[in-house]
């Protein structure tokens, strides 16, 4: 057992949360014809997800820094999967969109996703569902009691490239 986890329950919360997000996540299937590596996901999402956002913006929303995620960005648009578009309101800034590739790749794994989470949840006895959902209730009150982050605007449903 792990030495950061105090009692056996909380370890094997941890080692089903992880072993989600290897079932939960793309499979090499899924990502074929999309060359991003995996780390850069999040970011296509984000973007593909809530359109058009500056770099800054970005970084906030995927939790990373600036000095990371401008080159993180440099590389999407290199690739194909975004492009760089002059603000409407303020000509000294740019913002990033998805290109129809990008959206295109984004809206296929999203589907995906989806499809791979709603076989998994209906192949769980009704019992076990509302179990499930009680439990993750108390886990987000828990959170939000302690501060953690809990909202949804970035995230309504766990990105494909994320990893639990």
Known sequence: ????????????LME????????????????????VPRHQLRALFVVAKHGPMSVSALAEAIEATLASTSPLADRLVKAGYLER????????????????????????????????????VEA???????????????????AEGLGLRTDHRHHRHPEP????
């Open 1 to 12: 057992m792990s030495p950061t986890h105090r009692d056996p329950t909380t370890h094997r």
């Open 16 to 35: 089903s949360m992880h072993r989600l997000g290897s079932t939960l996540g793309p499979s090499p299937e899924d990502v074929a014809g999309i060359d």
């Open 85 to 120: 578009v002059p603000d409407p309101d303020d000509r000294r800034r740019v913002l990033l969109v998805a290109t129809a590739r990008g959206q295109e790749g984004a809206d296929t794994l999203m589907r995906r996703f989806h499809e791979r989470f709603e076989r998994l």
């Open 124 to 142: 769980m006895s009704p019992e076990g569902r509302e179990a499930l959902e009680a439990g993750l209730t108390d886990m987000i009150r828990a």
């Open 161 to 164: 490239g994320d990893r639990a």
